[in-house]
């Protein structure tokens, strides 16, 4: 029977030692709001998915002429040789799909829906982004006053709200974008048509945003640390710009990827009522216009701009839910 072998003194302190390494070598990182709201947003699938989807239509809107000079379309020619002159409608099967035209062309015209999709990709999130802009702009300060000095300064922007919200916005809407649509303010042609359409919607829609500034304003006036910027004599405007304003940026990035997806859609509406986009250039809502006397025998015109419409916000409102689960975990 074989003795213990014994361990030396100078071989019992090296084991700690090496314990000690080990643990140096994976040190524990503190991770940030941001690192924690972005692990739990890729932890949700649809949410990615739906942000993959969005990231692809900017992408593709900000591409999109490029994209037609590569693909050789033009979404304002007429392809007569591809209408059937009995009928208006396009030659051969399925909308008369073919290697030159991917999705297929218009009927009565022969324009390429392909390329008027692309050219109506960019009108749709330009107008939406700058209405979702414009509005966010003027709810987040209205909001946040109310919100901080209650008092006269909440009951009177509340009932501005309200009288903004009393508004028949699509009413309204089309009287103003049918009133200015020959030139104004040194504008005319298309830039004027976007312009109108984002001053519409963002300048209408603002209360919505400013409702849910004013609400969060409320219940973080009361915290500690806006107390401690009391204390050491900071004014009004600091606090609400750089104590408030800072931790309001979750809410306002989840309302706003849900707020975009909506202007898309009223967008889309307009130029359908023939108030929005004019012709001859390309939006969603335009080409459903041109569909309605056709849907019947060539049901792909109109299958098309609205899959490409029910996909974009589909998308957003997928990014949406999910930014909302990962920057506000409770609301669960």
Same mark, same amino acid.
Do not use: C, K
């Given at each position: 029977m074989t003795a213990p072998m014994e361990t030396t003194g100078s071989q019992a302190e090296a084991q700690p030692e090496a314990v000690l390494d080990g643990v140096e070598a994976k040190k524990i990182e503190g991770r940030s709001l941001g690192q924690i709201a972005w692990t739990r947003f890729k932890r949700d699938r649809v949410a990615v998915a739906g942000g993959v989807v969005v990231v692809l239509l900017i992408l593709i809107a900000a591409l999109s002429r490029p994209l037609q000079s590569l693909l050789g379309l033009d979404p304002n020619a007429f392809n007569q040789d591809l209408i059937d002159p009995n009928t208006s409608l396009p030659k051969g099967d399925f909308g008369g799909m073919s290697w030159d035209h991917p999705l297929g062309v218009e009927p009565k015209f022969g324009r390429d829906i +392909? &390329?008027? *999709? +692309?050219?109506? =990709?960019? %009108?749709?999130?330009?107008?939406?982004? /700058? &209405?979702?802009?414009?509005s966010n702009a003027i709810g987040t300060v209205l909001g946040l006053l109310a919100g901080y000095y209650g008092g006269r300064v909440d009951s009177i922007i509340s009932r501005l709200m309200d009288t903004f919200l009393a508004f028949p916005l699509l009413l309204f809407a089309i009287a103003i974008s049918a009133t200015l649509q020959g030139g104004a303010f040194g504008l005319e042609?298309?830039?004027?048509?976007? =312009? %109108? +359409? *984002?001053?519409?919607?963002?300048?209408f829609n603002w209360p919505y945003m400013g409702r849910i500034v004013r609400a969060q304003t409320m219940a973080?006036?009361?915290?500690?640390?806006?107390? &401690?910027?009391?204390?050491?004599? &900071?004014? /009004?405007?600091?606090?609400?710009?750089?104590?408030? +304003?800072?931790?309001?940026?979750?809410?306002?990035?989840?309302?706003?990827t849900l707020l975009i997806p909506t202007n898309i859609i009223f967008e889309a509406s307009l130029s359908f009522l023939g108030?929005?986009?004019?012709?001859?250039?390309? =939006?969603? /809502? /335009?080409?459903?216009?041109d569909a309605v006397d056709f849907f019947q025998v060539d049901p792909q015109y109109m299958i098309v701009p609205g899959l490409a419409i029910f996909i974009t916000v589909l998308a957003f409102n997928l990014l949406g839910d999910g930014l909302r689960d990962a920057l506000d975990p409770r609301s669960r």
């Open positions: +392909l &390329a008027r *999709i +692309l050219e109506g =990709s960019w %009108v749709s999130l330009v107008v939406a982004f /700058g &209405a979702t802009l414009l042609g298309l830039p004027l048509h976007i =312009s %109108v +359409l *984002i001053f519409v919607i963002g300048f973080l006036r009361e915290r500690e640390f806006i107390d &401690a910027s009391r204390g050491m004599g &900071a004014a /009004g405007p600091y606090i609400l710009f750089r104590e408030l +304003l800072p931790n309001l940026v979750a809410p306002i990035i989840v309302y706003s108030v929005g986009i004019r012709p001859p250039q390309a =939006s969603w /809502g /335009g080409m459903l216009n």
